[in-house]
């Protein structure tokens, strides 16, 4: 764990149909049930798997802050949004 941050999977995003682009604004989107951890990244119409979908087993966070993070990168995040897991369609 490096200051407080566990990774927990890698995902290859060039191996995405939908790629993202430098200097673009992106959607992600991130749902966490249980120990259930899925997220989707610029989700199209006729594909809306999620690009990571794991269970964190070992030591699953049930409750606290959520927090963002790049590597090696600059990036800014705007409306973000927290909703409970009841009111976001499944």
Known sequence: ??????????????????????????????????????????????DTRPVLDIRDNKNPILKGAIGLRVFDRTAWFDDVVVLPATEISR
């Open 1 to 46: 764990m490096e200051n407080g941050w566990k990774q927990l999977a890698v995902v290859d995003l060039a191996k995405r149909p939908n790629k993202t682009e430098n200097d673009t604004w992106n959607l992600l989107r991130v749902a966490v049930e249980g120990d259930r951890i899925r997220a989707w990244l610029n989700p199209v119409q006729d």
